[in-house]
């Protein structure tokens, strides 16, 4: 990402590969490093789910252990906060030894995500969000302070979330609840198991790039376990590729191993369409942003005819008193006096934010009637729009959107 | 019944209010000390299947078969060992509130969803608190409504303790009712015994609800 695309600071253009070098904008995390560790389940001689792994997870960084079923992708993330005892081998947070502390303690300083999200059901969303602190022993004042600061980073209302149970919660809320839950003690290193995996793919999107925003404010280690690729692709700053048997086939930034796969295995394993799947490196902010005319309910036609005299697209865009997109007007439907006719809106208007891939966004276009995606701001309000040719222009540009890794 | 005695007798129940007080009382008493007991047997039973799960089939069987002898021959067949003392008739009590109450507690432990058994392991409790704080109030739905059948049922088996002499309110059904042939004690008794019951069992119903707001809250 070496030009900075207009509309975006240089501190929210951050390159997340750079993370380790940056002295500005210090991570949280810690350095998680696993040194020759192997787990059996079985007695000595059996096949091992995890053999002789070494990994080191930079500070800040976020690691996707990827791979087919039965790689022992879970196993290794488990054997961090010793929900699994490793068998044999050396694990370390931050150069300390896992072992050095009762397990208990350990767990309190790693946040802990997981698919099903495992809110406790009898808890409200402020004590859920509560339960480590309240290990930890904080005073109540400082817990309470801490809860509305989380569901504030979350996106979540605190007055009207801190008292609902988790049984009146859609999916997408209760995984928001989850990473606030494991946020609270402000742990160096997040393990984060198929977090997404369990919400429909519109809404995965969602608390991805919600996640990936958070992750440049909180800058914690996260260990990411997940079996999709194109996941894997967009959250990691480095991927390791597990086998069989739990052996690292590849551990690499996301570029190098779609450029360069170690082996027929991994090659085979990232698919045939490494080309397209380099797309889901490149983000809608790395395209220019253009802006649209925008009409809004009770704009007339005449008006929005002379704005539309110098736009080359032939829709305007209608949005509502909140900026949310609500659908493309023809230009065609804009003749006659009077206000503009909202019924004519062609709805379904794909909206991407700043942190979509340009293969998510490429495949909302491709399907939508206008092929312009919405750029939406985290509040819902569009903020620009990209055309189907940005993508490809950045595409054949090398300095441009897909980032090289050599 | 003594011929042209009217059916019920209304000025019994004026007469002998005090007896009759007397004997919802000792039911009361009766049933709570088999219901305590047959609760903390059962709930360090469930502590243990928590433990070692195997234990789940033969604790499981022998209540069952316990609850399978007899009452009245239950209370017979103990009276050389325990005599006609309050003892025999909790020791038979408890061991029929334990088919329920053992089985709903397990249930109630089981019903704690893995993904919270994990989530809770993963924030940092130790085994006691995951215990407290997590798995009990979450099983206390189930554990609740086996309290409750216990205790419906309970009720009604004290009155047959009423042949060793710890009856409760099945003094007046058994011994006063049925032995002197005196309808208005029987009914009295039985009327009482339901009406209790259901008392208890509304109670139970209305605690479980405080002790567990969660359960009932659905989309705001």
């Known amino acids: ?406 | 019944m003594r011929a042209g005695q009217p059916f019920f007798r209304f000025e019994w129940l004026v007469d002998n209010a005090d007896q009759i007080a007397r004997r919802v009382g000792e039911q009361l008493y009766i049933t709570l000390i088999a219901i305590v007991v047959g609760f903390l047997i059962s709930f360090a039973l469930a502590l243990l299947v928590r433990r070692y799960p195997r234990l789940a089939a033969p604790f499981l069987g022998v209540a069952g078969i316990l609850y399978a002898i007899p009452s009245i021959a239950a209370f017979v067949l103990l009276i050389p060992i325990t005599h006609l003392t309050l003892v025999t008739a909790e020791i038979v009590l408890v061991s029929y509130t334990l088919v329920v109450l053992v089985r709903n507690m397990i249930a109630g432990f089981r019903a704690v969803p893995a993904d919270v058994l994990e989530a809770a392991d993963a924030m940092g409790y130790t085994n006691g608190q995951r215990l407290w704080r997590v798995e009990l109030p979450i099983a206390t739905p189930i554990i609740v409504a086996g309290v409750r059948i216990a205790t419906v049922t309970t009720m009604g088996l004290v009155t047959i303790a009423s042949l060793i002499g710890h009856g409760g309110l099945g003094y007046l059904i058994v011994n006063i009712g049925i032995l002197r042939v005196f309808p208005t004690a029987t009914i009295t008794g039985v009327v009482l015994v339901v009406a209790l019951s259901a008392l208890l069992d509304f109670g139970l119903a209305l605690l479980q609800r405080r002790l567990t707001p969660w359960s009932t809250a659905r989309a705001a």
């Open chain 1, 1 to 406: 990402m070496s030009s900075a695309p207009a509309g975006t600071t240089e501190a929210e253009d951050t390159t997340r590969e750079a993370t380790a070098e940056r002295p500005a904008g210090a991570p949280s995390g810690a350095v998680v490093a696993l040194e020759h560790v192997t787990k059996r389940y079985g007695p000595p001689g059996t096949p091992p789910a995890v053999d002789d792994l070494s990994l080191t997870i930079g500070a800040g960084e976020i690691c996707v252990l990827v791979g087919p079923s039965g790689c022992g992708k879970t196993t290794t993330m488990k054997m961090i906060n010793r929900l699994i005892e490793p068998t044999s081998g050396r694990i370390t947070i931050a150069g300390e030894d896992v072992e050095a502390l009762p397990a208990v303690e350990l767990r309190r300083r790693i946040g802990y995500v997981i698919q099903q999200v495992g809110l406790f059901p009898h808890m409200t969303v402020a004590d859920n969000v509560a339960v480590v602190p309240r290990l930890l022993r904080w005073p109540d004042s400082r817990i309470r302070e801490r809860v509305a600061e989380l569901l504030d980073l979350v996106g979540l209302d605190h007055a009207s979330y801190a008292g609902r149970y988790p049984a009146a919660l859609s999916g997408g809320e209760r995984q928001r609840i989850g990473v606030a839950r494991a946020l609270a003690a402000d742990p160096p290193v997040m393990l984060m198991d198929e977090p997404f995996g369990a919400v429909d793919p519109i809404r995965r999107e969602r608390l991805q790039n919600e996640f990936l925003r958070l992750q440049e404010k909180v800058r914690k280690t996260v260990v990411f376990v997940t079996h999709d690729v194109d996941e894997a692709i967009k959250m990691a700053d480095r991927i390791a590729i597990l086998q069989r048997g739990g052996v690292l086939a590849q551990y690499d930034t996301p570029d190098t191993i779609l450029a360069n796969p170690a082996s027929d295995f991994v090659e085979h394993f990232v698919g045939a369409d490494r080309g397209l799947k380099r797309l889901s490196l490149g983000r809608v902010r790395d395209l220019p942003l253009a802006q649209p005319v925008i009409v809004r309910p009770g704009d007339t036609r005449a008006d929005a005819r002379r704005r539309m005299a110098d736009d080359s697209t032939g829709y305007a865009l209608l949005v509502d008193g909140a900026d949310a997109p609500l659908g493309w007007i023809d230009e065609r439907d804009l003749t006659g006096d009077g206000p503009v006719d909202t019924e004519s809106a062609r709805p379904g208007a794909p909206t991407v934010q700043l942190e979509t891939t340009l293969r998510d966004a490429l495949s909302a276009m491709l399907l939508s009637s206008v092929q312009l995606g919405v750029v939406v701001d985290e509040r819902d309000r569009a903020i620009g729009v990209v055309r189907v040719d940005d993508i490809s222009d950045a595409l054949r540009d090398p300095g441009g959107a897909a980032p090289s890794g050599q």
